[in-house]
């Protein structure tokens, strides 16, 4: 379709950049997404993941959350002419209006603040736009989906750090968090939250994913839900296809509204993926089969980007 570009909420392939396994300019023999591939595909934002690995917890968390917000820095400038670091409101407005990817740094985990609130404002002033609260395991902040039922939501500094996040304009992301600690950040944060790769509970039982009633609360709540392409996530066999991707994104459109339903791809971050979405290339045929599935042109803008530059604007300052 023209004029369609492509909005991304995670990848986590700067792991490969720090380790020198791979430059992401080029494409490797391995790996889902690289420029040369994501500008193939018209991508236009893509929220770049720095995933802290859980042997660096809790003791060197915050050393490897810097070290891998530096090799994330380091490759924007490596390749200042094909991308940009998104900080802004008025730098979410160019997206999709330059010829350059918008990039947006995500922590996943929310280690690498130890218990400390002022280091939300050190990796602010660094560039970090975005964190996910939890991965799968308790942290400081509250309790991941591996944690045991009953466990609990947010602790008392999770509610200071949503707080000062809400200050500042960053973005929450509520994908790995439990349930309760989803219902503890729903109702305490000013502005829209974000899954940024999770998928439909209703389709698929795995803990990952979210029940209807989380859906329907991102979507009174302006938030933004990006469809994991994990195979695990979209189909009980484990095995999945485009077709489940877009089954997810209608079944999140019909639920929650189309207003809050975007990719969420996690590439890089998962061992397979599904047939037909080998890598960050493979985009454009997605958008085609939205087309097939009954969108209309105005619907399928809003899921390839529209959602994102909205819910960007509303959180961002």
Same mark, same amino acid.
């Given at each position: 379709?023209?004029?369609?570009?492509?909005?991304?909420?995670?990848?986590?392939?700067?792991?490969?950049? @720090?380790?020198?396994?791979?430059?992401?300019?080029?494409?490797?023999?391995?790996?889902?997404?690289?420029?040369?591939?994501?500008?193939? @595909?018209?991508?236009?934002?893509?929220?770049?993941?720095?995933?802290?690995?859980?042997?660096?917890?809790?003791?060197?968390?915050?050393?490897?959350?810097?070290?891998?917000?530096?090799? @994330?820095?380091?490759?924007?400038?490596?390749?200042?002419?094909?991308?940009?670091?998104?900080?802004?409101?008025?730098?979410?407005?160019?997206?999709?209006?330059?010829?350059?990817?918008?990039?947006?740094?995500?922590?996943?985990?929310?280690?690498?603040?130890?218990?400390?609130?002022?280091?939300?404002?050190?990796?602010?002033?660094?560039?970090?736009?975005?964190?996910?609260?939890?991965?799968?395991?308790?942290?400081?902040?509250?309790?991941?989906?591996? %944690?045991?039922?009953?466990?609990?939501?947010?602790?008392?500094?999770?509610?200071?750090?949503?707080?000062?996040?809400?200050?500042?304009?960053?973005?929450?992301?509520?994908?790995?968090?439990? %349930?309760?600690?989803?219902?503890?950040?729903?109702?305490?944060?000013?502005?829209?939250?974000?899954?940024?790769?999770?998928?439909?509970?209703?389709?698929?039982?795995?803990?990952?994913?979210?029940?209807?009633?989380?859906?329907?609360?991102?979507?009174?709540?302006?938030?933004?839900?990006?469809?994991?392409?994990?195979?695990?996530?979209?189909? %009980?066999?484990?095995? @999945?296809?485009?077709?489940?991707?877009?089954?997810?994104?209608?079944?999140?459109?019909?639920?929650?509204?189309?207003?809050?339903?975007?990719?969420?791809?996690?590439?890089?971050?998962?061992?397979?993926?599904?047939?037909?979405?080998?890598?960050?290339?493979?985009?454009?045929?997605?958008? %085609?089969?939205?087309?097939?599935?009954?969108?209309?042109?105005?619907?399928?803008?809003?899921?390839?980007?529209?959602?994102?530059?909205?819910?960007?604007?509303?959180?961002?300052?």
């Amino acid at each position: 379709m023209k004029n369609i570009w492509i909005a991304d909420g995670h990848c986590d392939s700067i792991g490969d950049f @720090a380790a020198g396994k791979r430059n992401l300019k080029e494409t490797a023999k391995f790996g889902h997404w690289d420029l040369t591939r994501a500008k193939q @595909a018209n991508l236009g934002l893509q929220f770049l993941a720095a995933y802290i690995e859980s042997e660096y917890k809790p003791f060197q968390a915050a050393w490897r959350g810097l070290e891998l917000l530096e090799a @994330a820095l380091r490759f924007i400038d490596n390749n200042s002419s094909d991308v940009f670091l998104v900080r802004t409101q008025e730098d979410a407005a160019q997206l999709g209006r330059t010829n350059k990817l918008g990039l947006l740094i995500n922590i996943e985990g929310g280690e690498i603040l130890g218990e400390n609130v002022f280091m939300l404002d050190l990796i602010f002033r660094l560039g970090v736009r975005s964190i996910g609260l939890t991965w799968n395991e308790r942290n400081a902040i509250g309790n991941g989906v591996g %944690e045991s039922e009953g466990s609990g939501g947010l602790s008392s500094f999770g509610f200071q750090v949503i707080k000062r996040m809400n200050q500042l304009g960053m973005v929450i992301d509520v994908s790995h968090l439990n %349930e309760a600690g989803f219902w503890d950040v729903l109702r305490h944060s000013e502005r829209p939250v974000i899954a940024s790769h999770s998928c439909a509970k209703a389709l698929c039982g795995h803990r990952r994913n979210l029940t209807d009633h989380q859906l329907c609360a991102l979507g009174d709540k302006k938030g933004l839900v990006g469809v994991n392409f994990c195979e695990d996530f979209l189909s %009980e066999t484990g095995k @999945a296809t485009m077709d489940d991707v877009v089954r997810h994104i209608c079944h999140i459109a019909e639920v929650a509204g189309v207003d809050t339903v975007g990719f969420g791809s996690d590439f890089d971050g998962i061992e397979t993926t599904p047939k037909g979405l080998e890598n960050v290339g493979t985009f454009p045929y997605l958008v %085609e089969k939205l087309s097939q599935c009954g969108f209309n042109q105005n619907e399928i803008a809003k899921i390839c980007y529209g959602n994102y530059v909205r819910f960007l604007s509303d959180v961002l300052m």
